[in-house]
């Protein structure tokens, strides 16, 4: 069914008037949950009683006319369906033998540091132990930075990628994400962990040019050896 004003103005009207959401929705011939979204979307609220006396406790409270309602909470709810309930010795018993009962705490197996492969990690989201974290984001890394001019080695690379897709840019900046990147062919992560000097690895000839998807995708994995490395250092 299609909502018009006419019907919007009609809806408002019953539920003003104290209708129940199942009766209007049987007035207008959709479901009771496409009556109470469009009481959603309109910001109607449901008239409430004035009175309403607990069936338990006898307090009064105010209630929802669309809800039946008999007891003013929970506690009532509960105290009053099970007062004719008998428990047996043998049940009270077994429920206080489990209340009584230790939790078994399953220990947490440790798992490997992503860098440095050791087990040292005992959190469940974590991919790198504390100390692998302030040594290589806080020192090494940043030290394993390229800080050369590419164009001061233009014979070196093959700059045509670069004019056809640009450098790679966040999107706080000039947003071309699809940017070509510097990509360390031997991983700073690799030069961490068998403790390579960052002048090594930030040498232009451990650079290669890549589109930046490209670079997130190869990630921490290196497409050559520290041999090759020193050997293409040793010719550049």
């Not at 496409?34 to 009175?51: D, F, G, H």
């Not at 039946?68 to 099970?82: A, G, I, Q, W, Y």
């Not at 000097?197 to 670079?215: F, Q, R």
């Amino acid at each position: 069914m299609k909502w018009t004003k006419e019907k919007d103005e009609e809806l408002i009207e019953m539920v003003n008037n104290g209708m129940r959401y199942p009766v209007i929705a049987e007035s207008f011939g959709v479901t009771l949950k496409s009556i109470k979204n469009r009481t959603y979307r309109l910001k109607i609220k449901p008239v409430y009683y004035e009175k309403i006396i607990c069936k338990c406790c006898g307090n009064e409270f105010e209630g929802l006319i669309s809800e039946s309602r008999l007891f003013c909470s929970k506690s009532c709810s509960v105290t009053f369906n099970n007062k004719d309930r008998i428990v047996s010795e043998e049940q009270k018993e077994k429920v206080r033998l489990k209340l009584l009962k230790p939790k078994k705490i399953k220990p947490f197996e440790l798992r490997s540091c992503r860098f440095c492969g050791e087990k040292k990690i005992d959190k469940k989201h974590k991919i790198i132990c504390e100390e692998c974290k302030n040594t290589f984001y806080k020192f090494y890394k940043p030290l394993c930075n390229f800080d050369f001019n590419i164009m001061d080695y233009s014979n070196k690379f093959d700059l045509s990628l670069v004019e056809q897709h640009g450098w790679y840019s966040p999107i706080n900046k000039r947003n071309n994400l699809n940017g070509v990147s510097k990509d360390h062919m031997y991983s700073v992560r690799d030069g961490f962990i068998n403790n390579i000097e960052p002048e090594i690895i930030k040498h232009p000839a451990n650079c290669k040019l890549l589109l930046h998807n490209d670079n997130n995708r190869k990630n921490y994995t290196s497409s050559i050896t520290i041999d090759d490395l020193i050997e293409r250092i040793k010719n550049w």
